[in-house]
């Protein structure tokens, strides 16, 4: 009987703990650090195929593109070495260019590639206060780039692992940053119902912290005092240099899970999911489809894919979308999300070329195409 009393009373007085706490703690209903990352380009993608299936995409990499989405899925390739560009013309008069490389070995037990990758624009006209007009004819550009190295195993024949390492330079004119950063991915596959089935999670962009420096922040400063007999104008400025605050990377989290519901020796039908936890900006998800036709002894193949992703910060309301088209002269800005693209292939002898392209749709912002060639070697 004592030993329920006692229970009952420990009982009530971590009941009444948990209510006084709850109500001394206040956890605010927004905790995310939204817009607190720097080197956001690294989240650009890499790609046309990766792109038009950015809602899946991390289950679904097998080729050269894993080096960017999922390392794991490097010792699913084709036997051979796989190389492939990308060109992103975007917003601003802004480029985005990505390059792998990447191969298999030992019988598939091991994959490495190489891969790169850069944002920006140049010869942008400076404008200041002194100098509104850029008379001056002064120029800047901004140049943001990485270079990465993966390295994968298949450690039995349904799991892999992956792991990327990153070198991230950023250049805003005059001033400059570096970081390193690290990439792990696994990727489980099997078979369910007779067909593919594989389920992945990634972590991406884990590293060191951005923080810029250089001749860009550099000022002249001229002192001040209250004091009649200082002058008010001092003919020798003390050079100073701003110091930039550090900010980290865009790191995110992401789980995929694609299943196969064709398979045969000629078609195949894949449908995915993928949800995204990221550090800078709220969760998001999203969902893809891919039809593939490859005949095992046709030359040519076609492909169609697509996926939507769904970011709630980019969840306008009715009056806000229109508004915000009107102004930037933008139709269709509910298509926030929609990617859809195409590919073709074409085997000759042991060679293969690859064309791939994407309709990417980002809202009030409008729509932007993305173009892939890719070669390999079986």
Same mark, same amino acid.
């Given at each position: 009987m004592q030993k329920l009393i006692r229970?009952?009373?420990?009982?009530?007085?971590?009941?009444?703990?948990?209510?006084?706490?709850?109500?001394?703690?206040?956890?605010?209903?927004?905790?995310?650090?939204?817009?607190?990352?720097?080197?956001?380009?690294?989240?650009?993608?890499?790609?046309?195929?990766?792109?038009?299936?950015?809602?899946?995409?991390?289950?679904?990499a097998s080729d050269v593109e894993a080096l960017y989405y999922n390392p794991a899925g490097l010792p699913l390739m084709e036997p051979g070495l796989q190389v492939m560009a990308t060109a992103m013309p975007y917003f601003a008069n802004t480029n985005y260019f990505w390059l792998g490389l990447a191969f298999p070995f030992s019988t598939g037990d091991y994959a490495i590639g190489l891969s790169l990758g850069n944002f920006g624009f140049g010869s942008a006209p400076v404008y200041t206060e002194e100098d509104p007009t850029n008379a001056s004819d002064q120029t800047y550009g901004? #140049?943001?780039?990485?270079?990465?190295?993966?390295?994968?195993?298949?450690?039995?024949?349904?799991? !892999?692992?992956?792991?990327?390492? %990153?070198?991230i330079q950023d250049r805003l004119g005059d001033a400059s940053a570096q970081a390193f950063s690290i990439d792990v991915g696994t990727n489980f596959h099997t078979e369910f119902a007779g067909r593919p089935i594989a389920f992945a999670v990634v972590?991406?962009?884990?590293?060191?912290?951005?923080?810029?420096?250089?001749?860009?922040?550099?000022?002249?400063v001229f002192p001040t005092s209250d004091d009649p007999d200082v002058p008010s104008a001092n003919l020798d400025p003390a050079p100073s240099r701003f110091r930039a605050q550090s900010f980290p990377l865009p790191t995110v989290f992401r789980v995929g899970?694609?299943?196969?519901?064709?398979?045969?020796?000629?078609?195949?039908? !894949?449908?995915?999911?993928?949800?995204?936890?990221?550090?800078?900006?709220?969760? #998001?998800?999203?969902?893809?489809?891919?039809?593939?036709?490859?005949?095992?002894?046709?030359?040519?193949?076609?492909?169609?894919?697509?996926?939507?992703?769904?970011?709630?910060?980019?969840?306008?309301?009715?009056?806000?979308?229109?508004?915000?088209?009107?102004?930037?002269?933008?139709?269709? !800005?509910?298509?926030?999300?929609?990617?859809?693209?195409?590919?073709? %292939?074409?085997?000759?002898?042991?060679?293969?070329?690859?064309?791939?392209? !994407?309709?990417?749709?980002?809202?009030?912002?409008?729509?932007?195409?993305?173009?892939?060639?890719?070669?390999?070697?079986?």
């Amino acid at each position: 009987m004592q030993k329920l009393i006692r229970s009952a009373l420990a009982l009530a007085f971590l009941a009444t703990a948990a209510e006084v706490a709850s109500a001394q703690i206040q956890v605010p209903e927004e905790n995310t650090n939204i817009g607190t990352a720097s080197g956001e380009f690294l989240m650009l993608g890499a790609g046309a195929r990766g792109m038009a299936l950015g809602g899946s995409f991390t289950a679904m990499a097998s080729d050269v593109e894993a080096l960017y989405y999922n390392p794991a899925g490097l010792p699913l390739m084709e036997p051979g070495l796989q190389v492939m560009a990308t060109a992103m013309p975007y917003f601003a008069n802004t480029n985005y260019f990505w390059l792998g490389l990447a191969f298999p070995f030992s019988t598939g037990d091991y994959a490495i590639g190489l891969s790169l990758g850069n944002f920006g624009f140049g010869s942008a006209p400076v404008y200041t206060e002194e100098d509104p007009t850029n008379a001056s004819d002064q120029t800047y550009g901004v #140049s943001q780039s990485f270079v990465a190295l993966s390295f994968a195993h298949a450690f039995i024949d349904r799991f !892999t692992g992956g792991l990327t390492l %990153k070198y991230i330079q950023d250049r805003l004119g005059d001033a400059s940053a570096q970081a390193f950063s690290i990439d792990v991915g696994t990727n489980f596959h099997t078979e369910f119902a007779g067909r593919p089935i594989a389920f992945a999670v990634v972590i991406q962009n884990l590293g060191s912290q951005l923080e810029h420096s250089g001749s860009g922040l550099d000022v002249n400063v001229f002192p001040t005092s209250d004091d009649p007999d200082v002058p008010s104008a001092n003919l020798d400025p003390a050079p100073s240099r701003f110091r930039a605050q550090s900010f980290p990377l865009p790191t995110v989290f992401r789980v995929g899970l694609v299943y196969d519901v064709l398979s045969t020796a000629s078609s195949r039908a !894949t449908l995915g999911g993928e949800f995204n936890e990221p550090n800078n900006t709220d969760p #998001s998800w999203g969902f893809a489809g891919e039809y593939e036709w490859l005949p095992p002894d046709g030359p040519i193949g076609a492909a169609l894919r697509g996926s939507y992703s769904f970011q709630p910060d980019n969840t306008l309301s009715a009056q806000e979308d229109l508004a915000i088209g009107q102004s930037l002269d933008v139709e269709d !800005t509910g298509l926030d999300g929609l990617a859809i693209g195409a590919g073709l %292939k074409y085997r000759f002898s042991n060679y293969e070329a690859r064309m791939d392209y !994407t309709y990417r749709h980002f809202g009030a912002l409008g729509s932007i195409n993305v173009f892939t060639l890719a070669f390999g070697i079986r």
